[in-house]
């Protein structure tokens, strides 16, 4: 009978002992995710509108960001619908800039080209406005899963599509 008892307590002790590890884990975890989300969600770049924006962007507001020390006027897509919809359909962002998609927080979302008929040039940056890639995207007038994918190359919470060549290098501001 004792020599149950001691197996039993055994295995009630490695219990313990995993159970408590694993929670040791679990707040670990919870903890450093925590800091990792204030510290990559917390941004010092703040896109301002200025106003509606005009057609064929009705519905859509306005902004001017200073783009490696230029300053744009770019219309905003900062609602998810907005984002998808992006430039497709269009031949031209004017009588703007181009366009900057706002994210709540870093993100590594992809863009394509489907439904585009012109290229685009489009720079992606993080919270703080430095610039994380750029890419030159071809069109891709067909709206289908064919169509290429661009990806950045780290996570990002701004993207600025132009027209090719009207893309500054350098980081994204507020127009001073």
């Known amino acids: ?9 055994a295995v ?6 995993c159970g408590t590890i694993a929670l040791g884990l679990l707040v670990a975890s919870a903890l450093d995710d925590g800091a990792d989300d204030a510290s990559t969600t917390a941004s010092a770049l703040r896109v301002e509108s200025i106003g509606e ?9 306005v902004t001017q ?9 770019l219309v905003v897509a900062d609602a998810e619908a907005e ?3 992006g430039l497709r359909g269009r031949e031209t962002a004017a009588p703007y800039d181009g366009m900057v998609f706002v994210f709540d927080g870093p993100t590594t979302t992809a863009f394509t080209m489907s439904g585009v008929v012109d290229p685009i040039q489009i720079a992606f940056y993080d919270g ?3 610039p994380v890639s750029r890419r030159l995207m071809t069109p891709c007038p067909k709206a289908d899963a064919s169509c290429p ?4 190359d780290a996570q990002f919470a701004y993207a600025v ?8 290098t350098g980081a994204l501001s507020s127009c001073t």
């Open 1 to 9: 009978m004792p020599a149950v008892s001691g197996r039993r307590w």
């Open 161 to 168: 599509e132009t027209r090719p060549g009207a893309l500054p």
């Open 12 to 17: 009630v002790g490695l219990g313990l002992a």
């Open 149 to 152: 994918v661009y990806e950045a």
């Open 83 to 85: 984002r998808v919809a």
């Open 53 to 61: 924006a005009a057609a064929p962007f009705s519905g859509l507001t």
């Open 65 to 73: 960001l200073s783009v490696g020390g230029e300053c744009k006027q």
């Open 128 to 130: 703080d406005g430095r």
